[in-house]
């Protein structure tokens, strides 16, 4: 079934390797109503890569992950998935066809322990329908241990784990499920330094394990510490697109930034006080 484009690309070490691509968007844009939220957006999200989605508030980047996730379908141009044009109808479809979205406000139910958090609505059960308890404990907790994550007792709800521990466990479990491709909506936005850390080495691993990673976020300095490509939207439209040995940290800042309206700020600034 699967006619996905085959191309080689330099790998994460530099060295040269073949990833698949996943997710191709042609030209893709999506209106509401007579809002264009976005326009001939082009994109590929491939294995073994993080690909980073900049731009501020309002840029579009939702609505993208939205088309991507099955929430919203697209209004223009294509979205190959494994070499197939596809229109989600539900986001049950993509993760079907191995697409997991993690968003900002995570589908977990904080009240609940770790190990039922990691196997909502995929419980293993027994004969006579019984839980398998100690099997799910055992394999979130080696789950968990191979990306790096050790939380000493599952049984505690995932309420009190940190705000990097808890996206490193949505992220175990779209793994351990069976994910091609994991979209993250700015999963640093609401984290400091120590804990983004720990969310960005996850990111790191799972590009590592072979998946394809979708790191939306408004944070340049985050994206450049993990990302291999990188497309930053403007207004629903990309601005910028480039891979990571064609760009540096400043470039991208000064893009994200809006390099020429800042500058042109701090010569109305310094006019109203000069
Ligand atoms: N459900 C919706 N209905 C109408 N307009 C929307 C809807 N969702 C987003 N938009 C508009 O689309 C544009 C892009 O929004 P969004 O994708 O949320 O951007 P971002 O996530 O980058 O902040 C904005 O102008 C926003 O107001
Ligand atoms: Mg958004």
């Not at 697109?241 to 042109?264: C, F, P, S, V, Y």
Request: charged share 20%; aromatic share 4%.
């Amino acid at each position: 079934m699967s006619t996905a484009a085959r191309r080689p690309t330099d790998g994460p070490d530099g060295g040269t390797s073949v990833t698949e691509t996943v997710i191709r968007l042609e030209d893709v844009g999506k209106s509401y109503g007579n809002v264009r939220a976005l326009h001939g957006i082009n994109l590929d999200v491939r294995q073994g890569e993080v690909t980073c989605v900049l731009g501020d508030n309002g840029a579009g980047k939702s609505t993208l992950i939205k088309i991507m996730a099955g929430l919203h379908d697209y209004t223009e141009g294509r979205m190959l998935v494994h070499g197939q044009v596809t229109h989600f109808g539900s986001p049950r479809q993509a993760l079907d066809a191995g697409i997991a979205t993690v968003y900002q406000d995570l589908a977990l139910a904080p009240l609940m322990s770790v190990w039922r958090n990691f196997f909502l609505g995929k419980e293993l059960h027994g004969p006579l329908g019984m839980l398998r308890v100690a099997q799910m404990k055992q394999i979130a907790d080696s789950e968990l241990r191979k990306m790096g994550i050790v939380i000493p007792d599952l049984d505690r709800p995932v309420g009190a784990l940190s705000g990097g521990q808890r996206q490193c466990v949505a992220i175990a479990r779209a793994i351990y499920f069976g994910a091609k491709v994991i979209i993250l909506d700015e999963p640093t936005a609401a984290l400091g330094v120590k804990q983004s850390g720990v969310v960005l080495k996850y990111i790191v691993k799972a590009r590592d394990a072979g998946l394809g990673v979708v790191f939306i976020t408004h944070n340049p300095h985050h994206a450049f510490l993990v990302g291999n490509r990188f497309v930053v939207l403007k207004l629903g439209e990309v601005s910028l697109e480039a891979k990571r040995d064609h760009i540096t940290l400043e470039q991208l800042t000064g893009e994200m930034a809006g390099g020429d309206e800042l500058t042109a700020l701090e010569h109305e600034l310094r006019d109203l006080h000069p």
